[in-house]
T-cell receptor, first 115, second 113 residues
Framework: GAVVSQHPSRVICKSGTSVKIECRSL??????MFWYRQFPKQSLMLMAT?????????EQGVEKDKFLINHASLTLSTLTVTSAHPEDSSFYIC???????????FGQGTRLTVV | KQEVTQIPAALSVPEGENLVLNCSFT??????LQWFRQDPGKGLTSLLL?????REQTSGRLNASLDKSSGRSTLYIAASQPGDSATYLC????????????FGTGTLLAVQP
């Protein structure tokens, strides 16, 4: 399968600061990338879908000004959690897909802790 | 609303047992269905992908079936091992502009040695 790399795997930040998480498709060009959030012992909740070169589409209830998504190239999407608060602490996972006919591959996730 | 549910939420079995995990989805107009494994604090490992036109897929000790008309899929694990202990997630992909995956609630499996 294809490789999706997510960085960092863990990050601790202070309340009020911003944190950027990167998602890279290493061996294919991803026209679409997805960002998920997972609370402890819960399933993955889709936050937003991003297509290269266009604005991300956010799911209902997700604050677009708080969770900034940039998909500037076919191999890189970033999620920036702005003005982080302790309730933003969670596990964030990205996935990338070459095109609509193919399956998506997942990164290893980022554990964000806001203190 | 498109929802995906998994039963049971948790399962504990002795090593060597065969077991079945269930996944149901409310909208049967799926594009495909995928089973994943997630170890604690880790990302997802894709196990099996079943296209909407298929009825089952097999990989080693794993067999996944799909019944679109009833909105159900099962993951069968033969001769379970302690290393199979993990959370198993099913995810349904629907068509449309974004083709997004909707994840089930997950089944936490513990295989006792």
């Amino acid at each position: 399968g294809a490789v999706v790399s997510q960085h960092p795997s863990r990050v601790i930040c202070k309340s009020g600061t911003s944190v950027k998480i990167e998602c890279r498709s290493l061996d294919f060009q991803a026209t679409t990338m997805f960002w998920y959030r997972q609370f402890p012992k819960q399933s993955l909740m889709l936050m937003a879908t991003s297509n290269e070169g266009s604005k991300a589409t956010y799911e209902q209830g997700v604050e677009k000004d708080k969770f900034l998504i940039n998909h500037a190239s076919l191999t890189l999407s970033t999620l920036t959690v702005t003005s982080a608060h302790p309730e933003d602490s969670s596990f964030y996972i990205c996935s990338a897909r070459r095109d609509t006919r193919r399956e998506a591959f997942f990164g290893q996730g980022t554990r964000l802790t806001v203190v | 609303k498109q929802e995906v549910t998994q039963i049971p939420a948790a399962l504990s079995v002795p090593e060597g047992e065969n077991l079945v995990l269930n996944c149901s989805f409310t909208d049967s107009a799926i594009y495909n269905l995928q089973w994943f494994r997630q170890d604690p604090g880790k990302g997802l490992t894709s196990l099996l992908l079943i296209q909407s036109s298929q009825r089952e897929q097999t990989s080693g000790r794993l067999n996944a079936s799909l019944d679109k008309s009833s909105g159900r899929s099962t993951l069968y694990i033969a001769a379970s091992q302690p290393g199979d202990s993990a959370t198993y997630l099913c995810a349904v992909r629907y068509g449309g502009a974004t083709n997004k995956l909707i994840f089930g609630t997950g089944t936490l499996l513990a295989v006792q040695p």
